[in-house]
């Protein structure tokens, strides 16, 4: 079902490596809800080819950028004006990764140069665009950029490693990017904090199907799904949601207020 609520508004959309990616699922509905964007992976990603499939379907351009690199990022967001006839109205950043956690360090013999590559990818490269873009004036007034992050920023979770620490740093950029940004040009900054999802990311995490499991039992509704967290993205998109930003938005199907549930109860007495 679609409303149009993104209709003639221009994007970019970071991180659609496969069809379970919720950089994917939120570029469908942006597109139902009538957006033009541009996607983007790092070229290495690209390779892959799936996104290809999903460039037909949201008759999208796809543009490499690792973003990592501001000289990456400025051609991005040269080629997509270009492309897309104008400025950026959103920008979706789905970006994570961890050579620490990929390659199952443990926390107390973390690798540092790979601490800091996740912290790069993680968490700057968050900054990185929008520093590129308010260099190159690419946002539009009252444009809305989004980054997904998860509640490992706030508490521990064992096995999320140092992406703790780039969730952590990713949100701090949010608030001080939101506060520039809006006295600049009315632009928005969020992160939205997304409940364990099937993803390439999230099963790199190991006892990720646990993860999952637990947080679907300790929240009232249920995890969140990718399409639950695309149709939230589409809204934050939105003009319906002018006045939020610097904001964390909790998407968890009310995992983080709730302290024990029934069904953890009930398992705890098997
Ligand atoms: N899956 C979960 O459980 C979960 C929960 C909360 C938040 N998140 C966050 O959602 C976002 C999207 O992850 P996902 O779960 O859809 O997994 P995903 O693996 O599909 O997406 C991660 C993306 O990051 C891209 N990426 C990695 N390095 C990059 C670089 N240098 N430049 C550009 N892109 C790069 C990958 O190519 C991939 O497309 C991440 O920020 C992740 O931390 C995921």
Redesign the pocket.
Known sequence: MSNNLLQGKKGII?????E????WKVALEAHAHGATFTLT??PI?LRMGAINQLAEKCNASVIP????STDELEQLFTQSMEVLDGKIDFVLH????SPNVRKKKEYGDLNYDWFLKTLD??AI?FHKVMQTAEKLDAMNEWGSILA???IAAQRNFPDYSDMAQAKAALESIARSYGYRYGKLKKVRVNTIS????M????AGITGFDVFFDYANKMSPLGNASAEDCANYCVMMFSDLTKMVTMQNLMHDGGFSNSGITEEIIEQMNK
Do not use: E, K, R, V
């Open positions: 970071f991180g659609a490596l496969d379970n990616s919720i950089a992976n790092a990603a950028a690792d973003a990592t789905s970006i994570g990764m990818i993680s490269s997904l992050t998860y997304q409940s364990p999802t993803t390439t990311a999230g």
